[in-house]
């Protein structure tokens, strides 16, 4: 379940088209989630963040947000770009990795 959900990117991998992830900044939860669309399943995972408010670098589940708000993805789906809105910073997701930085 989300709250307040508040943008979307997708990537789509290019060797394997029906496989699809559709990151989603569940602003109201202070989350980072992932809808992963695989042939006929479909999965949603946290992938960044905690459900307590903050603003913390580090490992992906450690990482704090305070209200993602928008959301972009790397040609490469490599790094997933977060605007951290209450926290005024925009921050980047290493999403093979699961490291979260500031820019």
């Given amino acids: 379940r989300f709250y307040y959900p508040r943008d979307v990117a997708l990537h ?24 992963r669309f695989e042939a006929a399943n479909i999965l949603v995972e946290t992938i960044a963040g ?3 408010a903050g603003q913390r670098d580090g490992s992906a589940l450690t990482a704090r947000f305070y ?10 789906g490599k790094i997933l ?3 951290d809105r209450t ?4 921050r980047q997701i ?6 979260v930085t500031t820019i």
């Fill in 94 to 99: 290493q999403v093979v990795h699961g490291e």
């Fill in 81 to 83: 770009y977060v605007c």
């Fill in 87 to 90: 926290n005024q910073l925009i």
């Fill in 12 to 35: 789509v991998d290019e060797t394997n088209p029906k496989l699809k992830d559709l990151y989603v900044a569940d602003t109201g939860y202070h989350l980072i989630r992932v809808v």
């Fill in 67 to 76: 209200n993602p708000y928008g959301l972009d993805i790397s040609d490469d």
């Fill in 50 to 52: 905690s459900a307590s």
